[in-house]
């Protein structure tokens, strides 16, 4: 079985900061990770994605992750934020399984980046 | 720019009616998906549908279906709805079932 988890509801920093979003995972087989982001009012977007080779992913925007298969952690960081980046975060892994494959989104990280 | 559609947007009902939800893709995948949000942003998938064939059918109450008329189409009908089921209820599709592009959401209020 594989899940995934974001210690953080809520992130708050100014603009220009960097910020590093947290999501672990629990390991079960092959490893599929992946990041959404969902402004207020909004569907999902996808971000970025690991499955294997480099562990340092670039996304959208300035995004980046970095696998790390020690930690079982998939951090989603960017360097300097903007106030358009102030949205909800999902951290997401893929199960496999006989009835199919799905996705399983974590509980969300919110991040509110002020002026 | 918005490649799967959803409509309604928003839609308030009462306990017991019946109600259907529809959503198109435009980027040609041959996979869509059914999720639930509940109020504190939880995602749960309820359904997919590949190429006209449910292929991932979660415990969901028997009152949900998903209904499909092409690969471009996924429409959700709840027979019967319930307080509980208040949520937003986001459409996706895929390629390759790995990204998932959504569509804005429909929002249920059940009274």
């Known amino acids: 079985t594989q899940t995934v988890s974001q210690s953080d509801a809520h992130v708050t920093v100014f603009e220009g900061d960097s910020v590093e979003l947290r999501c672990n995972y629990s390991?079960?087989?092959?490893?599929?990770l992946s990041w959404y982001i969902q402004h207020h009012g909004r569907g999902l977007q996808f971000l970025l994605k690991y499955y294997s080779g480099n562990p340092v992913v670039q996304g959208v925007n300035g995004f980046e992750a970095e696998f790390s298969k020690s930690d079982s952690s998939f951090h989603l960081r960017k360097a300097s934020v903007h106030w358009s980046d102030s949205a909800v975060y999902f951290c997401a892994v893929i199960i496999y399984g006989g009835s199919g494959n799905k996705l399983i989104f974590g509980t969300g990280t919110l991040l509110s980046v002020k002026p | 720019e918005t490649a799967v559609f959803q409509t309604p947007n928003y839609h308030v009902t009462q306990v017991g009616n019946e109600v259907s939800f529809n959503c198109k893709q435009t980027?040609?995948?041959?996979?869509m998906y059914w999720y639930k949000q509940d109020s504190k942003k939880l995602l749960k998938i309820m359904f997919s549908?590949?190429?006209?064939?449910?292929?991932v059918n979660e415990t969901v109450p028997r009152r949900f279906s998903p209904q499909s008329s092409d690969k471009a189409h996924l429409n959700l009908r709840i027979k019967s709805v319930e307080p509980e089921d208040s949520a937003v209820y986001l459409c996706?599709?895929?390629?390759?079932?790995?990204?998932?592009?959504f569509g804005p959401g429909t929002r249920l209020t059940v009274l």
């Open positions: 980027l040609g995948h041959d996979t």
């Open positions: 549908y590949n190429n006209k064939q449910l292929i």
């Open positions: 996706a599709s895929s390629r390759d079932f790995y990204e998932q592009y």
């Open positions: 390991y079960g087989g092959s490893i599929y």
